[in-house]
């Protein structure tokens, strides 16, 4: 901690990321951002040494240690708990932080007072961005999802809708959710809307949390003034049909938290009988590709 009250709470919640996990701390101290801060680790009882490499590594990391995988929700609330910070950055593990992208992200908070949640541009390791910003997966986005439009039509507006494929990542805007693996979250509005729901204790929490900010008045912004490289997927590809089953869980309740009785009750089930036929889908599309390998 560089002192007392920090600008910024950076939290980072880890489960068997351990080499990506180092190198991300590593990253964050080495950059000269003149914006102060802590990091707090939340290890998700991983097996492969990671909290004993935050202990013996980086000392002025504050760790808590789970003796069970509590899920990434539950983790990051863990660490918002303890956080001393002004505002607070949610990180991956696997996130390297570029220099002056803490210093942007902050600025844009004290410069717009209305933002509640800013993401950076995520770089890839092929040099390339990552496509991090949506819309909300209203039933017209299902539904074009569903029928193959979106890919179709990508740079329509309406077709395209919900993974924005029709918008250039070089315009800084209010967008409905980007991906929480770098979100620097205003401390005022997270203090309002409170944290994760851990109802969504892997997928979808970033897309409530923002959901709700958005309901309580506040924006929420992508800027590509930040950057920041995301090598992406390190600890969901471990059990990756698993996380099929999870996300699909996860999407069906966000439908039922936001939408129903919100929205015509032909579209609510219109939109999640399309989820449903898209998960048993994937989930044999999944399944086939893996006996293929065998």
């Given at each position: ?190 203090e309002q809307v409170g944290g994760m729901d851990e109802d969504f204790p892997i997928f979808f929490n970033d ?88």
């Amino acid at each position: 901690m560089t002192e007392a009250w920090p600008d910024l709470s950076i939290v980072i919640v880890s489960w068997n990321t351990r080499d990506l996990l180092d190198a991300c701390l590593v990253s964050i101290r080495a950059i000269p951002d003149a914006v102060t801060r802590e990091v707090i680790v939340v290890d998700n009882a991983s097996t492969d040494g990671t909290a004993e490499m935050v202990r013996d590594d980086h000392p002025d990391v504050s760790l808590i240690a789970n003796e069970e995988n509590r899920g990434y929700a539950a983790g990051n609330n863990q660490g918002i708990a303890l956080a001393a910070g002004r505002d607070v950055l949610l990180l991956n593990p696997d996130i390297v932080v570029l220099e002056g992208a803490l210093d942007t992200l902050a600025g844009l908070l004290d410069d717009r007072p209305q933002v509640g949640a800013v993401a950076p541009r995520l770089v890839l390791m092929d040099g390339s961005t990552q496509a991090s910003c949506r819309s909300f997966p209203t039933p017209d986005v299902v539904l074009y999802e569903a029928l193959g439009l979106s890919r179709l039509f990508p740079r329509s507006r309406r077709f395209g809708k919900y993974r924005m494929t029709w918008w250039d990542y070089d315009d800084e805007r209010p967008v409905d959710q980007p991906m929480a693996s770098a979100l620097l979250l205003r401390g005022e509005a997270l203090e309002q809307v409170g944290g994760m729901d851990e109802d969504f204790p892997i997928f979808f929490n970033d897309v409530d949390l923002c959901k709700r900010l958005w309901e309580a008045g506040w924006e929420v912004w992508y800027t590509p003034g930040a950057s920041m490289v995301h090598v992406g997927g390190a600890s969901t590809r471990q059990a990756r049909r698993r996380m099929i089953v999870e996300s699909h869980r996860s999407f069906e309740f966000f439908y039922r938290k936001h939408y129903r009785g919100r929205i015509s009750w032909w579209s609510y089930w219109m939109a999640l009988g399309l989820l449903r036929l898209g998960f048993r889908l994937r989930l044999l599309g999944h399944d086939f590709r893996r006996m293929l390998s065998r």
